[in-house]
């Protein structure tokens, strides 16, 4: 019997909004299919089961808020048969204590006054931002008092599952998100930042020539090429593509760069790209254009926020030469990329001008020293050199 | 067979391209000679986009070298224009 938990989809998420199942009750599900819709403070995100077997029974109800962790539904997995001692739905006690739904606001309502609503601050802010109206609520507060839970309750019932969050709710939250991972960061992670200058000459010529033969719909932008060889020079030094979990970095096997794309409201997220090692460059670009075009139409899946093992952020596009990034934990490093310029370069005694490239690294000291993200940089620069090997 | 297009027509199919790329973008103020990127804040990947869509709409190859050509509504109406008649 395997649990289905409400996913951690972001370093500081701590609760999430069902919104709604994508599975029945006696349906079988595999590995990686959807199971449900989550609403976060980022986006609504497809959660995928880390299990394939039949759905025994879901626990949480549209609309209701669950903590990280919670157990949503129950399981059964292939091959295993159902609990010998009962079948669950006639089990009195639950499998798992039911998740503590919504956190009931117990502050009091102001003293009542004539024809006043008693109405907790909190729960008169979400009302309003759902467009209820409070005063045909009875409220189970004190003294009848209008609860957050009320507000919620009343949400569900009159849209059948919890109305997704407003924009600019949403982009208020997303920024309080970000500002929680951010500070994490720079509290907990020593940073130590590097950075050297890449000659893209090759590159861009290799890319031109090669955009020329691919059809419109297929053509690579170069920020495909900078993470492929992200990806390929992090199996040169692994140790940089790592998870910091209580108290040590553990390795990861495979390659998920997580690539920041800011969203037009405002905000950014940084969804993986999985195994980017392993994919040619037209494959990358096409799940890179998936995956921009999903971020920013809020239909991430819940492995893609999940999983990146190392974090990729180009700013070249608003013109700036330097990117000295934050970590975003648990991950171990980060590689920034400014803008291509034409500068001045010394070759075979010459000065030339070359287009080039500022890569800078930030890196978490706990794991890596300079000697190392030195050597990664140094092999991205080798890479980007041999275009056509990527 | 390319059919004459006017150029209200062309014009309106370009803005209903870049109003599904960049849906909160306000194309209907857009001015005509000032570059897409600088207006409706779209960045590489966006303007990819919009290419190959210009590429489906109109049936038009756009080699890479003709990108800066179509940066403006005025010379994606020229480029269309020129390559349709």
């Known amino acids: ?390 | 067979m390319n059919t004459p297009l006017s150029e209200d027509e062309m014009r309106s199919r370009i803005l209903r391209i870049l109003g599904e790329i960049a849906p909160e973008a306000d194309t209907t103020s857009l001015r005509p000679d000032v570059s897409f990127r600088d207006q409706l804040d779209l960045d590489s990947m966006d303007f990819l986009n919009f290419v190959a869509a210009l590429h489906k709409e109109f049936h038009i190859e756009i080699p890479e070298a003709d990108y800066p050509k179509y940066m403006t509504l005025n010379g994606c109406l020229a480029q269309l224009s020129a390559a349709r008649s």
């Open chain 1, 1 to 390: 019997m395997a649990e289905f938990l409400m996913p951690t989809l972001g370093a500081d998420m701590t609760d999430g909004i069902l919104v709604q199942w994508k599975k029945k009750e006696g349906d079988r599900i595999t590995k990686g299919e959807i199971i449900a819709e989550v609403d976060t403070e980022k986006a609504a995100i497809d959660v995928e089961s880390h299990t394939t077997g039949i759905i025994e029974r879901l626990i949480t109800r549209p609309g209701d808020k669950v903590p990280v962790g919670a157990v949503m539904a129950i399981i059964r997995e292939e091959g295993r048969p159902t609990t010998s001692v009962a079948s669950p739905r006639t089990i009195t006690t639950p499998l798992a204590p039911p998740p503590p739904v919504h956190r009931i606001e117990s502050i009091a309502a102001a003293p009542s006054q004539a024809g006043r609503l008693r109405i907790s601050p909190a729960a008169r802010k979400l009302a309003a931002e759902r467009g209820i109206d409070a005063s045909t609520l009875q409220g189970s507060g004190p003294e009848g008092a209008i609860t957050l839970a009320d507000i919620e309750r009343a949400t569900t019932a009159t849209a059948g599952v919890a109305k997704p969050v407003g924009a600019a709710d949403r982009q208020g939250r997303m920024r309080q998100t970000i500002a929680a991972a951010m500070a994490r960061s720079k509290r907990e992670i020593p940073h130590y930042y590097l950075s050297t200058t890449i000659d893209m000459g090759r590159a861009i010529t290799w890319l031109k020539d090669s955009n020329e033969q691919r059809p419109v719909t297929e053509r690579l932008l170069y920020g495909v090429l900078l993470i492929k060889a992200v990806a390929l020079a992090l199996r040169r030094v692994p140790e940089l593509n790592a998870l910091w979990k209580d108290g040590e970095a553990s390795r990861s096997e495979r390659i998920h760069i997580g690539t920041a794309i800011s969203l037009r409201q405002g905000g950014l997220v940084a969804p993986a790209l999985h195994d980017a090692d392993r994919l040619s460059l037209g494959e990358l670009m096409q799940n890179f254009q998936d995956l921009a075009k999903r971020a920013r139409a809020g239909s991430l899946r819940s492995s893609e926020l999940s999983d990146p093992t190392i974090t990729v952020t180009s700013l070249g596009e608003q013109g700036v030469e330097t990117v000295f990034g934050v970590i975003y934990p648990p991950q171990v490093a980060l590689v920034g990329f400014g803008k291509v310029v034409e500068r001045p370069w010394v070759a075979d005694g010459a000065v030339v001008p070359r287009p080039v490239l500022m890569a800078s690294l930030s890196a978490d000291h706990r794991v890596t020293d300079g000697h190392r993200g030195g050597l990664f940089l140094a092999e991205i620069d080798r890479l980007l050199q041999e275009p056509q090997s990527l």
